[in-house]
């Protein structure tokens, strides 16, 4: 995903999920939010997933939007596979197809039982010295499987349980979402986004954590929404709203 979203839309699994008996239920989301920099538009995203018993199944799309879009037109679309175990998110595939405006690209990532075995790159992309061994990242998610258990909707009172770890090929990193505040309809959760491993030096001595706000609204049937989420970005205020 776009480096400046990372902390953002990296977005961003739900701590406490449906109970057993519920797994059996096919459950659908599906939500646009715009991205917005400094009171500018920056991107839309957007996803559609399906839980149906414990398979999950998603689709995401981030594309540069507004003023940004026409300077040059980014997108990312991604699609990912896998399994729910109680808690816990189980990918088995994962897909995306990148344009930057200046070219294209492809990643795939490959998972044995919760662990990435194979990143593959087209165009094949140049070793770094901060290389992590997929192998090493078993109990992480990927970027979109990340989004959609947050910003998918919760029973009431499932709100804020969140503390998941990532890896996306190349960058290690987490999230926890904790400390909810109710206020009327809705909920607001105190989260941090985290660097760990994978990220240039200069990255890190620049910033690690990244505070953020996220607010769920009731959407009926006693199941709650997000409808935004907000930070101080290295770029200044950003913040994701649901259209």
Do not use: W
């Amino acid at each position: 995903m776009i480096k400046p979203l990372r902390a953002l839309a990296t977005a961003l699994v739900i701590g406490a999920m449906l109970p057993a008996a519920a797994h059996a239920q096919r459950m659908e989301d599906k939500a646009v939010f715009d991205v917005v920099i400094r009171g500018i538009s920056a991107a839309s995203l957007s996803f559609s997933g399906v839980q149906d018993g414990n398979r999950y199944a998603v689709s995401g799309v981030l594309k540069s939007a507004g003023l940004a879009a026409l300077l040059r037109k980014i997108s990312y679309t991604a699609t990912v596979k896998g399994t729910v175990n109680g808690a816990r998110y189980i990918p088995s595939s994962y897909v995306e197809q990148a344009d930057t405006g200046k070219k294209k690209s492809s990643s795939t990532m490959t998972y044995t039982r919760g662990v990435p075995r194979a990143v593959q790159y087209t165009p094949p992309r140049e070793g770094r010295d901060r290389e992590i061994d997929p192998a090493s990242q078993g109990g992480t998610v990927d970027t979109l499987t990340a989004l959609y258990a947050i910003l998918r909707d919760v029973d009431m009172g499932q709100e804020c349980r969140v503390n998941l770890p990532m890896y996306d090929g190349r960058y290690v990193s987490s999230i926890v979402l904790s400390k909810p505040v109710k206020s009327g309809d809705s909920v607001t959760c105190s989260g941090q986004y985290k660097r760990i491993a994978g990220f240039k030096p200069a990255e890190m001595a620049e910033r690690t954590t990244f505070p953020f706000t996220l607010t769920y609204r009731a959407a009926g049937n006693g199941r709650m929404r997000v409808t935004e989420v907000a930070l101080d970005s290295i770029y200044g205020k950003a913040a994701m709203k649901r259209r």
